[in-house]
């Protein structure tokens, strides 16, 4: 079974601070891994995934996020946060292979204060 | 393009009767997915369906819950007898077919259902 962990309930970070949303993952095979941000009263939107290849992915709105699979990690960072980076972020996994569906974290809140 | 479109935005009922939701996928996309968020709590996948192949039931939390697709489009998640538990989120996605696992599902708004 696959299964995702967000140990962060609530991440708070000034403006202009580079930012960190921890993810950890657990498949039996090779993860597809996929990050999602959820604002206020909307449905989610992609930023992200790691296929295969370069462990460093690179997003919308200038995230990133780095794979490593000793580890089972996919950080999601960003460099500099900005106000409007406040939100509610989901990272997802799926196994290779199967087309189905994702298993998702509980979601880490964003709060970025200036 | 239009994205995935669900309706009604917000459904109020009284326990024990039944509702049905509406999603309506973005156009050419094969793959569909139901999710259930409750507050708190992360999304929980409900129900997949691909192409005409046999649906993926495996989420449904009881057999009050149903849903269908018809045409290979628009799809309608259907709760009967609706129980205060129910009351959450409901999220519905589509990708696109070929190599599915690696596509990202591109979300609707949600179903805000509450159950009195």
């Known amino acids: 079974a696959q299964s995702v962990a967000q140990p962060e309930d609530q991440v708070n970070v000034a403006e202009g601070n580079p930012l960190t949303v921890k993810c950890t993952y657990s498949v039996s095979g090779n993860p597809y891994l996929f990050w999602y941000v959820q604002y206020p009263n909307r449905g989610l939107q992609f930023l992200l995934k790691y296929i295969t290849g370069d462990n460093l992915v690179k997003g919308s709105y200038g995230f990133e996020a780095e794979f490593n699979k000793s580890q089972t990690s996919f950080h999601l960072k960003k460099p500099s946060a900005l106000v409007s980076d406040s939100a509610l972020y989901f990272c997802?996994?799926?196994?290779?292979?199967?087309?189905?569906?994702?298993?998702f974290g509980t979601g880490t809140r964003l709060q970025v204060t200036l | 393009g239009a994205g995935v479109s669900q309706s009604p935005s917000n459904k109020v009922t009284e326990k024990g009767k039944d509702v049905e939701l509406r999603c309506d996928p973005i156009?050419?996309?094969?793959?569909l997915y139901w999710y259930r968020q409750s507050l708190g709590q992360g999304l929980e996948f409900l129900i997949y369906f691909q192409g005409n192949s046999a649906p993926d039931k495996s989420g449904l939390p009881s057999d009050r819950f149903s849903a269908e697709r018809t045409g290979g489009s628009v799809s309608t998640l259907t709760i009967q007898r609706t129980q205060q538990e129910d009351s959450a989120v409901y999220l519905c996605a589509s990708s696109a077919s070929g190599t599915g696992a690696m596509n990202e599902q591109f979300f609707g708004p949600g179903t805000r259902l509450t159950v009195l």
């Open positions: 997802a996994v799926r196994e290779t292979g199967t087309a189905s569906k994702l298993t």
């Open positions: 156009s050419g996309h094969t793959a």
